[in-house]
């Protein structure tokens, strides 16, 4: 069964400080993987997308690594503001899927205080 | 350039009725799929609309339907409300390269909350 499982489910961390978020996935055969940014009830925002064949993706201080070989991927963010509070949504295309194709985790919601 | 735009942001309904939700896709896409978002969990995948068919269809029952108008623009019919239709309403827009595969950037509008009393 194609799944993405994300951790932690939920963070809390200092304004100024650094976090990585984490997403194991089991999906196949694997073509993409999106990280999203989704605001408290607002839609998804695209940070960043990969092919299998990327092993690192930066967005301002956002950084994506894929390690296709293990089905791991992880979004680091550096020197976090406020405005990082948001949930982070981890999404694997299967290859030939289509929009069908694709399996959402569920998120890592992200608080970020001052 | 408008992204994508969803109408209306929220909307209560009770049950049994039935419901239109609208959405246009950014300029220059001309694929649009919609998703519902239970609070705390990810975007599940409804249908997809390209060419003014549904192409795609996810695991939802047959009240929910679909239409895709010639300038792009979509909507979401769900007839004889449940109270686990409460949700939010995501659509989404892409520009279809080949096939049914879908590359690039899918961008999301801010969502229709839909709320069943």
């Known amino acids: 069964k194609n799944q993405v499982e994300q951790s932690p489910q939920s963070l809390i961390i200092l304004e100024g400080k650094n976090c990585t978020l984490q997403c194991n996935y089991t999906v196949s055969p694997f073509s993409n993987l999106r990280w999203y940014k989704q605001d408290t009830g607002r839609g998804p925002v695209s940070l960043t997308i990969m092919t299998f064949s990327e092993n690192t993706k930066s967005n301002g201080r956002y950084t994506a690594t894929l390690d296709a070989d293990t089905k791991q991927s992880s979004l680091h963010i550096t020197a976090s503001q406020l405005s990082d509070s948001a949930s982070y949504i981890c999404?694997?295309?299967?290859?030939?899927?289509?929009?069908?194709?694709?399996?959402f985790g569920k998120g890592t919601h992200l608080i970020i205080q001052p | 350039d408008a992204g994508v735009t969803q109408s209306p942001t929220h909307l209560i309904k009770t049950r049994g009725q039935q419901v239109t939700l609208r959405c246009s896709p950014k300029?220059?896409?001309?694929?649009v799929s919609w998703y519902q978002q239970a609070l705390g969990q990810g975007p599940q995948f409804i249908f997809q609309?390209?060419?003014?068919?549904?192409?795609q269809r996810g695991n939802f029952p047959d009240r929910f339907s679909g239409h895709q108008f010639p300038n792009y623009s979509s909507e979401l019919n769900v007839n004889a409300l449940l109270l686990g239709d409460s949700a939010l309403y995501l659509c989404?827009?892409?520009?279809?390269?080949?096939?049914?595969?879908?590359?690039?950037?899918?961008?999301f509008g801010e969502g229709s909350r839909l709320t069943v009393l």
């Open positions: 300029s220059g896409h001309d694929t």
């Open positions: 609309y390209y060419e003014e068919e549904e192409r």
């Open positions: 989404a827009s892409s520009r279809r390269t080949s096939g049914i595969t879908l590359t690039g950037e899918l961008f």
């Open positions: 999404v694997c295309d299967r290859e030939g899927g289509g929009a069908d194709g694709l399996t």
